[in-house]
């Protein structure tokens, strides 16, 4: 009796576990494709960094600390196979100048700067699952390197590559056109 329990325990755990891997999407299949992603201008507010791009979640934390209901966005401007200390970054928060203007002033005031991007044209794009932040590590786990090898495969120039996170979507976007007018300043004063 005490093995069959043991046994239906461990079964309805394992059950439980597939089951919150499959909705976090771990078995999720990445499907990209070349597209105009679903964006037009945005006006972002956002710091610059270099090196690591764990380094990122630091930015993201503090952008929740102004307002946690902000779609927020990493712009990532090196092939994880450069050097760590070479590496370029920039993580902010999508704004509206008239609507969100107090906050802008005050992230402006800690540093922040703002930034407009582009409408999207043509780009390799997908997207995953924003359910929590356990959906966040997956997809950055899966996503950029799928891209990668998508871009390789078809012998296409297309970066930086973009994470926009908007519930309840994460979407993955890479420029194929107009690419420097992505770069934010501390890119072009290089």
Do not use: C
């Not at 037009?40 to 979640?57: D, E």
């Not at 703002?114 to 044209?121: C, H, N, R, V």
């Amino acid at each position: 009796m005490m093995i069959t329990t043991v046994i239906a325990v461990i079964v309805l755990i394992s059950l439980v576990v597939l089951w919150l891997l499959k909705t976090l999407g771990v078995f999720k299949t990445i499907s990209i494709q070349i597209t105009q992603p679903p964006f037009k201008q945005l006006t972002i507010v956002y710091k610059f960094q270099r090196g690591s791009y764990s380094k990122a979640g630091d930015i993201f934390n503090d952008i929740a600390k102004y307002s946690s209901s902000l779609d927020k966005l990493g712009i990532y401007y090196d092939h994880p196979k450069v050097p760590v200390e070479k590496r370029r970054f920039a993580v902010g928060a999508i704004v509206d100048e008239i609507k969100d203007r107090e906050l802008v002033e005050q992230m402006d005031k800690n540093n922040y700067k703002i930034f407009k991007l582009p409408e999207f044209d043509r780009s390799v794009y997908t997207t995953f699952s924003f359910k929590n932040i356990l959906s966040i590590f997956i997809a950055v786990m899966k996503v950029p390197y799928r891209l990668g090898d998508y871009i390789q495969a078809k012998k296409i120039e297309a970066h930086p590559f973009l994470e926009i996170y908007k519930r309840p979507l994460i979407h993955f976007v890479v420029p194929l056109s107009d690419l420097d007018a992505y770069n934010v300043p501390e890119i072009n004063n290089e």
